[in-house]
């Protein structure tokens, strides 16, 4: 069975435009780009069109690649210090003369949609709720919960450390008290761990999921998109040789990705209520 997440993205979707009309209520994101990365811009220009569609404002701050460090934390302490904006997003990567640590840290927790501030990504770790959930982890498990997959006592293999996806799916998963394998480059035995999961979440960036790794039963569930050779979009598991073999499966495109933007949604509509001024 396919996980269509751009069908449960799209009524997530609809589920907030009709909540921020009802409330009657508008947040506002701010997001700062740096440089021309065309995929970057791409990420950029669909999350301002989502976000306009559901009726939250949008600012985007946009810097040329040799942008001084101390323009873009003066900007975001101005955003910190701005009353209407209720959202802070740093689109990454960003340049190598540019601290990622005193940009992630200069963040306001409270208006940190992505969980990358220390205080957010440390509450998820010590399990005192975090305003905010990382977007794509968030977005996998909304998924997986929209088909009723349980995670609780499950074997859950995590491929990919990144601090975007990888660490903090691990530990949502582990929050969720399913048993975690994260695996990473470095792993031995890959195959085999792959194997015994009932869950497989692959942030890898490659094709590395195929179908003598995987077992009847598992539920699959593929982050990675990229380019193949010939210019298509693809992602971590060959998708043709594995969905006939598992129960579950996440095509790419069509997959985690509208998830991921639909998750960030709800942390923006979230910050109106973690910022609105004390009365
Ligand atoms: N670059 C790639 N993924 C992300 C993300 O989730 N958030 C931000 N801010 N930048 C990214």
């Known amino acids: ?23 009657n209520i508008s947040p506002v994101l701010a997001v700062i780009l740096i440089g021309d990365d065309p995929a970057s811009r791409v990420y ?5 069109k989502k976000a306009e569609y559901i009726g ?10 040799d942008v001084e460090e101390a323009v873009i934390l ?13 959202a802070i997003l740093v689109q990454m990567p ?61 074997s859950a293999v995590v491929i990919g450390r990144s601090n975007i996806v990888g660490k903090p799916m691990a ?8 048993t975690v394998t994260l695996c990473h480059s470095h792993t031995a035995n890959l195959d085999e761990i792959i194997k015994t999961a009932d869950i497989v979440i692959s942030a890898v960036g490659k ?32 998708f043709n040789e594995v969905a006939p073999l598992v129960d579950f499966i996440s095509p790419v495109p069509g997959g985690v990705g509208p998830m991921t933007i639909a998750s960030l949604m709800v942390n923006v509509v979230k910050s109106y209520d973690a910022n609105k001024p004390v009365s």
């Open 1 to 23: 069975m396919i996980l269509d997440g751009k069908a449960v993205a799209a009524q997530i979707i609809e589920s907030l435009k009709q909540d921020l009309a009802k409330k």
């Open 44 to 48: 950029v220009r669909n999350k301002q």
């Open 56 to 65: 939250i404002k949008s600012q985007l701050f946009e810097y040329p690649i």
């Open 74 to 86: 003066d900007k975001i302490h101005q955003l910190n210090n701005d009353e209407n904006v209720t």
């Open 94 to 154: 960003i340049p190598k003369h540019i601290s990622r640590e005193k940009v992630i840290c200069a963040i306001d927790p409270k208006k940190d949609v992505d969980c990358f501030t220390p205080e957010n990504v440390g509450r998820l770790c010590i399990g005192i709720k975090p305003y905010y959930y990382p977007a794509t982890p968030q977005g996998v498990l909304m998924l997986l919960d929209s088909y009723n997959i349980p995670i609780d006592g499950k």
């Open 171 to 178: 530990q949502m998963l582990l929050n969720r008290n399913a």
């Open 207 to 238: 094709k590395i999921v195929r179908c003598k790794m995987v077992s009847k039963k598992s539920v699959i569930v593929d982050v990675g998109i990229y380019k193949d050779s010939n210019g298509n979009l693809t992602g971590d598991v060959d």
